[in-house]
């Protein structure tokens, strides 16, 4: 069993920078692969990031590659997402999940899931 608890959400001008945490309970953490979504108001959850165990792979929507990054820190059981030159269609709730069943794109396919961290991008 594993939980997360994200962290690091707020309001940012854009242009701006927020870092995300997604800290895990649970000593097999390091093990889980782990993907970022959002969802803003009336649209579904849809996929941001992802991250593999061991970080040496990583993969992101097209709509943020090059802004942000997502990294880890097994020791701490944390994940991060770095967010860069945010702009106001990246404002939503920012979910960390973990251990997928299937493609990691789908948020179906996730077992265990943050409360989430809301994300506020002003033009």
């Known amino acids: 069993q594993v939980q997360l608890v994200e962290s690091g959400g707020g309001l940012v001008q854009a242009g701006g920078s927020l870092r995300l945490s997604c800290a895990a309970s649970?000593?097999?953490?390091?093990?889980?692969?782990v993907g970022w979504f959002r969802q803003a108001p009336g649209k579904e959850r849809e996929f941001v990031a992802y991250?593999?165990?061991?970080?040496?792979?990583?993969d992101y929507a097209d709509s943020v590659k090059g802004r942000f990054t997502s990294s880890r820190d097994n020791a701490k059981n944390t994940v991060y997402l770095q967010m860069n030159s945010l702009k106001p269609e990246d404002t939503g709730v920012y979910y960390c999940?973990?251990?997928?069943?299937?493609?990691?794109?789908?948020?179906?396919?996730?077992?265990?899931w943050g409360q989430g961290t809301q994300v506020t991008v002003s033009s």
């Open positions: 991250i593999w165990w061991n970080t040496h792979y990583t």
């Open positions: 999940a973990a251990d997928p069943r299937g493609s990691y794109y789908s948020p179906n396919e996730y077992n265990y």
């Open positions: 649970g000593r097999t953490f390091s093990t889980y692969r």
